[in-house]
């Protein structure tokens, strides 16, 4: 522990396995958590490093970053991303905490970085249903919602060409604990489970998407942190480029407000093999997004939304031949 406690070099291949030859990236143990100095980090990748007094940003591979000084919240292209640990400023120089560049940014940035497997089969999972309806609205319920939006991304998954398993086809009440074996039973290749938030204060709305939280962080939204390694842990950095993929192209499709990639330990999320995420499509409690929600042209944009990430996903992890 000692060790830990004073600043010291690495080879920056042990913060990359990108070779770069002769760069070092400074680490140090920051309220006991490492992190890693961000400009070296991200000038030793080869982007164009701009420290300011409340944020750093870093350009380059096709990717715009912006680091929020002391905060979780980040962008990568404008999208939003939260972060597992503040970007730290010491003495005016910022600091990324080591597991987010394993865990969150350098899935994103490299996805060579994440195994390569080929996708065949996608499981679809369709939030609540039969006695438990989800969050409620002015006109609908979540469990209808959910339902045909699943449907509607399964229909066009096969169209290219995937294997689909549902978790439901109607308005019926799947346990949670049911959904991790179905999904390692079906031996999917990939999982999506797809919800609708609600807030108390009506004009919140937007997408979000989670991924399973990696051991030794905190969840986005509050709570202590865990170092319980789940079964979908295996995969923290393909949940993180599936996460993206998905997220980035559900907002162009939709233009939805962007409310963040996020992470959270939720029961579907810890029980799966494979790669997965849960989208939050929108908010039930916002009358716009409500009626939106209910329009059978705006569920066809998150249908295609979801289909177009997940291609994007497979393309990225494709097996080399």
């Not at 030793?44 to 701009?50: R, V």
């Not at 979540?142 to 991304?153: A, P, Q």
């Not at 810890?270 to 908010?283: A, H, K, M, N, S």
Request: glycine fraction near 8%; charge should be positive; hydrophobic fraction near 40%.
């Amino acid at each position: 522990m000692r060790y830990f406690r004073k600043k010291f070099f690495i080879i920056l291949a042990l913060c990359t396995v990108l070779p770069l030859a002769a760069a070092t990236v400074r680490q140090k143990v920051i309220k006991k958590i490492k992190y890693c100095n961000l400009y070296d980090l991200m000038t030793g990748n080869n982007f164009k490093t701009l420290l300011q007094s409340k944020n750093t940003t870093a350009t380059g591979r096709n990717a715009v970053c912006v680091f929020n000084r002391d905060q979780r919240r980040m962008s990568c292209n404008k999208i939003k991303i939260e972060l597992l640990n503040n970007t730290v400023y010491e003495k005016n120089m910022p600091w990324l905490s080591t597991l987010d560049w394993f865990k969150t940014l350098r899935p994103v940035l490299y996805p060579a970085t994440v195994p390569r497997q080929k996708i065949d089969t996608v499981m679809i999972d369709m939030g609540h249903g039969g006695a438990d309806p989800g969050a409620l609205g002015k006109i609908s319920k979540e469990k209808m919602i959910t339902l045909r939006v699943g449907l509607r991304t399964a229909q066009l998954l096969r169209a290219y060409g995937f294997k689909v398993n549902l978790t439901r086809t109607g308005d019926v009440q799947v346990p949670l604990a049911q959904i991790g074996p179905m999904q390692e039973r079906s031996k999917s290749d990939l999982f999506v489970s797809i919800h609708v938030n609600a807030a108390a204060d009506r004009s919140v709305n937007g997408m979000e998407t989670f991924c399973l939280t990696p051991a030794g962080a905190a969840s986005s939204n509050g709570g202590k942190v865990s170092r319980t390694v789940y079964k979908g842990n295996k995969q923290d950095g393909a949940n993180m480029l599936l996460a993206w993929n998905i997220h980035s192209a559900m907002l162009k499709r939709t233009k939805a407000v962007d409310r963040g990639i996020k992470r959270a330990r939720f029961a579907v999320l810890r029980d799966i093999t494979v790669p997965g995420v849960l989208v939050e499509i929108g908010f039930i409690s916002n009358a716009a997004e409500e009626l939106r929600l209910n329009d059978r042209n705006y569920v066809d944009k998150i249908a295609y939304g979801i289909v177009d990430g997940i291609i994007g996903f497979t393309r990225s992890t494709k097996p080399r031949k």
